[in-house]
């Protein structure tokens, strides 16, 4: 062998079997079907196909409604994210129904650009049981 000369190797992928069982997988599986809904842990998945509405809700990567309860400057808040679509049509809907169940006027915060809804007060599972009515 010469200096000038690339070493020479031998590539085998007989051994990549066992590498491979240590990669993560490329996508996360759909979730397993259960005898009765909701599971234990209060999921449940869709109903059947996307409903025809002006917006969608789409669910996080792990399968779940997208409703985040939290607190800033001491007010609770509720916080549903992955909005697309006409987010002002949802937002009215959402506070009509929340007006339906007897609470006063929710204050509420649009962003458009990450299409993120904020309400005052803790609504998680009202917003959850809601979105699941509608089909998301």
Do not use: C, M
């Amino acid at each position: 062998q010469t200096p000038a000369s690339p070493p020479r190797y031998e590539e085998s992928t007989a051994e990549f079997g066992f590498v491979e069982r240590l990669l993560p997988p490329r996508r996360i599986p759909e979730p397993p079907l259960h005898a009765k809904y909701p599971t234990p842990s209060g999921w449940s998945p869709p109903a059947g196909p996307p409903p025809d509405l002006p917006y969608f809700v789409r669910r996080s990567r792990l399968h779940n409604l997208p409703v985040y309860l939290g607190q800033r400057q001491g007010r609770r808040l509720t916080e549903l994210r992955h909005i697309h679509g006409d987010i002002w049509a949802l937002e009215r809907e959402l506070r009509a129904f929340l007006g339906s169940l007897g609470a006063p006027e929710v204050q509420a915060q649009v962003n458009e650009v990450t299409g993120t809804l904020r309400l005052r007060g803790h609504w998680g599972p009202e917003v959850r049981q809601w979105l699941l009515q509608r089909g998301f």
